[in-house]
């Protein structure tokens, strides 16, 4: 089981930015994927990017590309959500999650998940 703890939400205006950040721990397995989802009051979870803790699989949700850009430090097994250019529609709750790639990106599911981070984009 791996245990995430996320963190870095707020309140930003639109246009601005904000870094989440995620730190993993527990026992990862070989080809372990961190996932960023969101889920706004009222819709479904969302995926929203992932990338494999070696880093040599990235992908971004067509909604955001461009402007939120995932990365990971091995070294500190955090994995990073920079968003720019924020719009009003990404407010929601921000939530890490782990587990393989094809879960994380081809089923938007996980078997572990943080407790997730506020992120309110205001106009």
């Known amino acids: 089981q791996v245990q995430l703890v996320e963190s870095g939400g707020g309140l930003v205006q639109a246009g601005g930015s904000l870094r989440l950040s995620c730190a993993a721990s527990g026992r990862f397995f070989n080809g372990i994927t961190m996932g960023w989802f969101r889920q706004a009051p009222g819709k479904e979870r969302e995926f929203v990017a992932a990338i494999t803790l070696s880093g040599d699989r990235i992908y971004h949700a067509e909604s955001v590309k461009g402007r939120f850009t995932i990365s990971r430090d091995d070294a500190k097994n955090t994995v990073y959500l920079q968003m720019n250019s924020l719009k009003v529609e990404d407010t929601g709750v921000y939530y890490c999650?782990?587990?393989?790639?094809?879960?994380?990106?081809?089923?938007?599911?996980?078997?572990?998940w943080g407790q997730g981070t506020q992120v309110t984009v205001s106009s």
């Open positions: 999650a782990a587990d393989s790639w094809h879960s994380i990106v081809r089923l938007a599911r996980a078997r572990d």
